[in-house]
């Protein structure tokens, strides 16, 4: 199986432009998530997903979008790209839709943005 | 909202001693605790976790133990070894809510 799978790996942007972080999941996992990941900071939640059609606000929604209309796949939306979303995003699964369950992480998509 | 604490932010050990990690939560609702392990360019990998109903557990030479009423838990690794180096987090999740509270994270160095 392959888990949890982000594409692209590496991203470079331009401040305003906008852009899709895709997330693809191939476990039948119910609950899904993105996290960001800077410097000293550890991993942040931005929005999750406790089944298709149903997403949410984690704690650093501000500026992303994201949708499931699918179980399999959770992409996360940067509509205006900013300095400050310079990041590491980490998409993570779980099978059952509780946060309280281990989750599978995919490997991240890093992300520049200028 | 939960707040976890991780300590020490860096710990450099000799290959063969053991390693110890602490974390402290500030939600008594909080029930689940997992430990991920974090290696270079790599996403985070779970290693194991623990609930609120159990006070430590084991698998290999990892262990977590649990202490409710202080609101801390700790990760002990015993003979580490070159491949245990890595960046390591903790993380607190209430039952329901949304998602996991991390910790900032401790790069564990293990010298030759």
């Known amino acids: 199986n392959a888990g949890v799978t982000q594409t692209p790996k590496f991203q470079v942007l331009k401040t305003g432009q906008s852009m899709t972080l895709q997330c693809a999941q191939d476990m039948n996992h119910e609950y899904m998530s993105w996290y960001r990941q800077d410097p000293g900071m550890g991993l942040r939640l931005i929005h999750y997903s406790v089944g298709a059609g149903i997403t949410d606000q984690g704690e650093v929604p501000n500026g992303y979008n994201v949708s499931r209309s699918t179980t399999e796949d959770f992409p996360l939306r940067l509509l205006s790209a900013a300095p400050s979303q310079t990041s590491v995003y980490f998409c993570?699964?779980?099978?059952?839709?509780?946060?309280?369950?281990?989750?599978?992480f995919g490997d991240g998509t890093r992300l520049s943005i200028l | 909202g939960e707040n976890v604490e991780q300590h020490p932010s860096t710990l450099s050990v000799q290959e063969g001693d053991s390693a110890v990690i602490k974390c402290t939560y500030s939600?008594?609702?909080?029930?689940?605790f997992p430990w991920y392990k974090q290696e270079l360019g790599k996403g985070p990998q779970l290693i194991i976790d623990i609930r609120s109903n159990v006070g430590e557990k084991k698998d290999q030479r990892i262990a977590v133990t649990l202490n409710k009423t202080a609101k801390h838990f700790s990760l002990h690794i015993t003979e580490t070894q070159p491949e245990d180096s890595a960046v390591y987090f903790c993380?607190?999740?209430?039952?329901?809510?949304?998602?996991?509270?991390f910790g900032k994270g401790t790069h564990l160095i293990i010298q030759p």
């Open positions: 939600d008594s609702a909080s029930n689940y």
């Open positions: 993380a607190a999740s209430v039952l329901g809510a949304d998602g996991l509270t």
């Open positions: 993570a699964s779980s099978l059952t839709g509780r946060s309280n369950q281990p989750q599978h």
